[in-house]
Each structure stands twice: as structure tokens, then as C-alpha cells.
């Protein structure tokens, strides 16, 4: 650069860049291993007691750099052989080294090097959400859902570099040059009022209106594996719903043998007790869908959670009840916790399993980590319909 001009040359700027992009590379690396763990992250229950404000710890595996290693010495080492093995040559049998502790035993192998990286909560949930949207969403009349976008509508003199329109800067400067001395075939120089950056604007494009509806048992049979995994996934779903979406109508449904309305914070918090009758929180949400959401003019989404012990008599009922949820412009999730080795027997579960509608989804969770396919099953790409997460089975 001289006297405040740019000039376009060939060179190769990329070693100057180096630093840059070992650290993008570095990040592109610890994103992949948070990845290939959000199934674990999802269900870690500090982020659920600490109400989402906290960073978590992720262990990332270190990798060793290549590098080159000189001899001047040439001195022979093991492995090097003397020159008259053949190609294919046996060189015997391959005897295992001893390997890592496993169970009480103590092994003699070092441990695998890895440091923790620090994540927020709001970065764990970019990564979460990022497939994520609400399925079978139909644009109504009067749309109150709102989704924040960007839109590049302007150019300006100023701004960022990554933000750098090429095109605009150099006809910028090819009509400024021509201008001052009238021959094309000059040479240009760019000059910093050359420069045309983009910029961006926010916006909110309405989309649809929604309400969803959140309903968890609550009953005495509902142990503490069960109640974690169930607030667990309503904690995400809520998370997620306020974050891609504006104005959307979150209500919350309790149930034992009777069902009742309750408010966020009644709903993280309330205890166990009382027997179940799964019927009652269907018969809820359909009166509150009559009262207050015309099916003309809303989205209708219904997530129930049960430990599935429910009353044999009541199964019958809860499955009528979800055929004329399915009546409205709506998508039904049922998530049934159930830890491993527990019958399935009369459960609800099996009851849904009749039930063949494109926009009923059913999950099995029988581990804490089966909460991410879940969140997938019911929100993913292919959501509601037939999936199948890491842990959870499920089935539409």
C-alpha cells in the first residue's frame, strides 16, 4: 500500500493468514467433538439444575502433530530389518502388548492425552438446535409466529472485511480510474473510498401462528429417573422454541388422576404423588384448544410424557382422545420412560403402537442420553415419523 492505494497483485497471501486458520481449524475440531457428544451433553444434569446458565467442560482428545526427525547419525533401530524381508513374507506371530486397566485391574499402558474446552450453554444449544425446526408448519391468516433472518440489502463505504463486496470494489475503482485519465488499458489501483462493504439488517419473517402444548405425569409412579429424563427434554424443547421462534404460546399440563394447568416454574419443580389416568391431560388440552386456539388460526402441538403406568381401563380412552388431538392442524409426541430391564407389558406405549398417523411420533427413553434423539425424533428433519435415535426407539 502506498499513499492510502491498494494494489491488486497475485501474491499468495495465505501463509500470512496461517495463525488465522490454525485457530478456525482448532475450533472446527472442538465442534466435532462436542458433536459427536451432544447426546451426553444434552442429558448432563448440571445444565438442568443451574437453569441453563452455566459452561460446560468437554473433553477433546489432543492430536499429536506430525513432524520430521533427523538421524546424522545413521545408526540402525528396532524395526529396521536388513534388507532381505520379501513382500508378503511372514514375520510371525504378533503378540499383543499389555493393555489399559479394565474392571479392578491395574494396567501399565499411559493414559490417552486430552485437554477440556469450555462451552456455554447458548453455544451447546446453536449446536442443538441446529436441525431442529417445528414440523407440519402451515401458514394461518393471522400469523403471530415470528423467526429472526438477515437480510444483505445495502452497501456501504464502511464495515467489516469478511463483509467485502469484490465485485462492487473493483468497478469502483475501474469507473473512478477511467474517469481521471480516460484509458481502460491502465492499471488500477484500489483506494480505500473504493471500498463497498455489505451490510445486513435484521429482520423477523412471519411465519405461521403456534401453540404448543407441554404435558408431564406427575404421579407417584414417576421415580426420579423419570422425572429428570421428562423435565430434561421439556427443558430443551422450551429452550429451543424461545430461541428460533417469537411469540410462539408455550402452556403447561400436569397430571396424576386429574389434570391442571400449572406455570413454568410450577411445572420444573412440582413433586410426585397420586395414582395416573393419562386421559385427563388429553381432555385438558383438547377444552384449552377448544376455548383458546380456533384450528383455523393455530398449530397445534402436543408433547406428552409418561412413565407409561397407566390404568389398563383408562388406555382405551387416552387412545380416542389422541385420534381427535390428530383432528387439528397438529403433531402429537408421545415420550414414554422406561429404564432398562422394566416390562413393557400393558403399558401406553404399547396401546400408541396401533396408531399409524403421519404426524403422531412415539420415542422409548430408557437412558439419559436417549433425550437427544428424542429432541431429534420430534423435531428433527423427518419429524413427526418413523426415526430412530442412538438410544431411543421410535416409531410413527
Not at 492430536?63 to 546424522?72: K, T, V
Not at 403406568?309 to 420412560?337: F, K, Q, W
Not at 429404564?339 to 403399558?347: D, E, I, L, N, Q
Not at 396408531?355 to 436417549?370: C, N, S, W, Y
Amino acid at each position: 500500500m502506498q499513499d492510502g492505494t491498494f494494489t491488486v497483485s497475485r501474491e499468495d497471501w495465505s501463509l500470512h493468514r496461517q495463525g488465522h486458520l490454525d485457530q478456525q481449524r482448532h475450533r472446527e475440531k472442538v465442534l466435532e467433538a462436542i458433536r459427536h457428544n451432544l447426546a451426553d451433553l444434552v442429558a448432563e444434569e448440571s445444565i438442568i439444575l443451574a437453569g441453563g446458565e452455566t459452561v460446560i467442560k468437554v473433553p477433546i482428545r489432543s492430536l499429536e502433530e506430525y513432524r520430521f526427525r533427523y538421524d546424522w547419525e545413521g545408526r540402525n533401530h528396532v524395526g529396521q530389518g536388513d534388507g532381505k524381508s520379501r513382500v508378503g513374507q511372514s514375520l510371525g506371530p504378533v503378540r499383543p502388548a499389555s493393555g489399559p486397566a479394565t474392571g479392578q485391574r491395574a494396567g501399565d499402558q499411559p493414559g490417552v492425552d486430552y485437554y477440556e474446552a469450555d462451552i456455554t450453554v447458548d453455544e451447546l444449544a446453536e449446536l442443538v438446535f441446529a436441525d431442529l425446526g417445528l414440523p407440519h408448519l402451515d401458514q394461518k391468516p393471522t400469523p403471530e409466529l415470528q423467526q429472526e433472518a438477515f437480510a444483505f440489502r445495502d452497501v456501504r463505504r464502511h464495515g467489516i472485511t469478511g463483509n467485502l463486496d469484490r465485485r462492487r470494489t473493483l468497478l469502483a475503482a475501474l469507473k473512478r480510474a477511467q474517469q481521471a485519465r480516460g484509458d481502460p488499458a491502465a492499471p488500477v489501483a484500489i483506494t480505500r473510498e473504493d471500498l463497498r462493504f455489505k451490510t445486513w439488517e435484521e429482520e423477523w419473517q412471519e411465519q405461521a401462528s403456534a401453540v404448543v402444548l407441554a404435558m408431564m405425569d406427575t404421579s407417584a409412579s414417576m421415580g426420579t429417573f423419570e422425572k429428570y429424563v421428562a423435565r430434561s427434554f421439556f427443558f430443551w424443547m422450551v429452550r429451543f422454541l424461545r430461541t428460533r421462534y417469537a411469540r410462539v404460546h408455550i402452556r403447561f399440563l400436569a397430571h396424576d388422576t386429574r389434570a391442571r394447568e400449572v406455570t413454568e416454574q410450577e411445572f420444573f419443580s412440582k413433586g410426585e404423588s397420586g395414582g395416573t389416568r393419562c386421559s385427563s391431560v388429553y381432555e385438558l388440552a383438547l377444552a384449552i384448544l377448544r376455548a383458546d386456539y380456533p384450528p383455523d388460526q393455530y398449530n397445534v402441538y402436543a408433547f406428552h410424557f409418561s412413565d407409561g403406568d397407566n390404568l389398563p381401563a383408562d388406555n382405551g380412552r387416552c387412545l380416542e382422545l389422541v385420534h381427535a388431538l390428530l383432528d387439528y392442524p397438529a403433531a402429537v409426541g408421545y415420550g414414554e420412560i422406561a429404564a432398562r430391564g422394566s416390562p413393557h407389558g400393558a403399558r401406553l406405549g404399547s396401546v400408541y403402537e396401533q396408531l399409524d398417523h403421519p404426524r403422531f411420533t412415539a420415542v422409548t427413553i430408557r437412558e439419559k442420553q436417549d433425550v437427544y434423539p428424542a429432541l431429534q425424533a420430534f423435531f428433527g428433519p423427518a419429524a413427526p415419523g418413523p426415526a430412530q435415535g442412538q438410544g431411543a426407539a421410535a416409531h410413527g
